[in-house]
């Protein structure tokens, strides 16, 4: 059983990958490996602009171990990366807003 090793780009049903909102556009990968560092992560991506080279503002980060997911969520997000409070979103979680509104 395969479980999952298929690189299939988008990410959605990966339960070891989280969102991660509201990065300052200047973010490196290097800031955010630095803010997950107590945890066992395998890839951080940073979209970035085709035009201007800059990151998007929101940015992957893969997890060796999917148990330490859900306590990442719970302690990085709403902490600051570049006097900015970030969102972690949960796999599945999207990052595309919508709900939780209240």
């Known amino acids: 059983d395969d479980k999952g ?3 299939g780009g988008k990410g959605g049903d990966d339960d070891t990958t989280v969102y991660v909102g509201s ?3 200047n973010v490196s990968e290097n800031e955010v490996r630095k803010a997950f560092s107590n ?3 395998v890839e951080v991506r940073v979209p970035t602009d085709r035009e201007t ?3 998007r503002g929101f940015a992957f980060v893969k997890f060796g171990d999917p148990t330490q997911v859900h306590r ?3 302690e990085l997000n709403g902490t600051e990366i570049g006097g900015r409070r970030i ?3 949960p796999p599945g979680g ?3 807003g919508g709900g939780d509104k209240g």
């Open 94 to 96: 999207g990052g595309k």
């Open 72 to 74: 990442a969520v719970q």
């Open 23 to 25: 990065l300052p556009f």
């Open 39 to 41: 945890f066992n992560i």
């Open 5 to 7: 090793k298929g690189k």
């Open 87 to 89: 969102r972690v979103n």
């Open 53 to 55: 080279g800059q990151g």
